[in-house]
T-cell receptor, first 110, second 115 residues
Framework: RKEVEQDPGPFNVPEGATVAFNCTYS??????FFWYRQDCRKEPKLLMS???SGNEDGRFTAQLNRASQYISLLIRDPKLSDSATYLC???????????FGKGTSLLVTP | NAGVMQNPRHLVRRRGQEARLRCSPM?????VYWYRQLPEEGLKFMVY????????ESGMPKERFSAEFPKEGPSILRIQQVVRGDSAAYFC?????????????FGPGTRLTVT
């Protein structure tokens, strides 16, 4: 079983329509959770950390369900510039090595 | 505040040659991580280093790959006798601490092509 699993998409959504991504992780001992964004042929960029209480950063809301080992990302009012691959990232047993999902591709259309 | 720097950005090597990839962490960061991204795959952890110490190399292939982070200068990922399967994007990340929860910031990567 993969450490982190995501639906690869692509998700094609019009501007302004809310979109949500999910991922599941296998290691119940993981302590840190993140969403990164990766544009084509570029480096991953940290979007936000994810906490059990849920957290919001502008149009982005992330949720963590430890019991179900499930992480979500909600994007409200997506813009064309939000088109990218969104990576679900979970820390390993060591705490410092990161396990990456393969990513969910989002294409926002006019 | 300069981010993580990697060079070269693109590297072409013929089979059997050596590849050297360099990474300078963000200012104030003393922890360096190397990841590899094969085509159509997610990033995979390779190695974690602090100055003059390899802390965890559990993700490194057993042969031909080595890494260092000397007291002075950048971290180096070295691949000897490259093969076609080594073609990938190699990303370096840095963090100010190894404490769980600290985000890692990534450099632009080195794209290695083995011909």
């Amino acid at each position: 079983r993969k450490e982190v699993e995501q639906d690869p998409g692509p998700f094609n959504v019009p501007e302004g329509a809310t979109v949500a991504f999910n991922c599941t992780y296998s290691n119940s001992a993981s302590q840190s959770f993140f969403w990164y964004r990766q544009d084509c042929r570029k480096e991953p960029k940290l979007l936000m950390s994810v906490y059990s209480s849920g957290n919001e950063d502008g149009r982005f809301t992330a949720q963590l369900n430890r019991a179900s080992q499930y992480i979500s990302l909600l994007i409200r009012d997506p813009k064309l510039s939000d088109s990218a691959t969104y990576l679900c990232v979970v820390s390993s047993d060591s705490g410092y090595a990161l396990n990456f999902g393969k990513g969910t591709s989002l294409l926002v259309t006019p | 505040n300069a981010g993580v720097m990697q060079n070269p950005r693109h590297l072409v090597r013929r089979r059997g040659q050596e590849a050297r990839l360099r990474c300078s962490p963000m200012k104030g960061h003393s922890h360096v991580y190397w990841y590899r991204q094969l085509p159509e795959e997610g990033l995979k952890f390779m190695v974690y280093l602090q100055k003059e110490n390899i802390i965890d190399e559990s993700g490194m292939p057993k042969e031909r790959f080595s890494a260092e982070f000397p007291k002075e200068g950048p971290s180096i990922l070295r691949i000897q006798q490259v093969v076609r399967g080594d073609s990938a994007a190699y990303f370096c990340a840095s963090s100010p601490s190894d404490r769980s929860g600290h985000e890692q910031y990534f450099g632009p990567g080195t794209r290695l092509t083995v011909t």
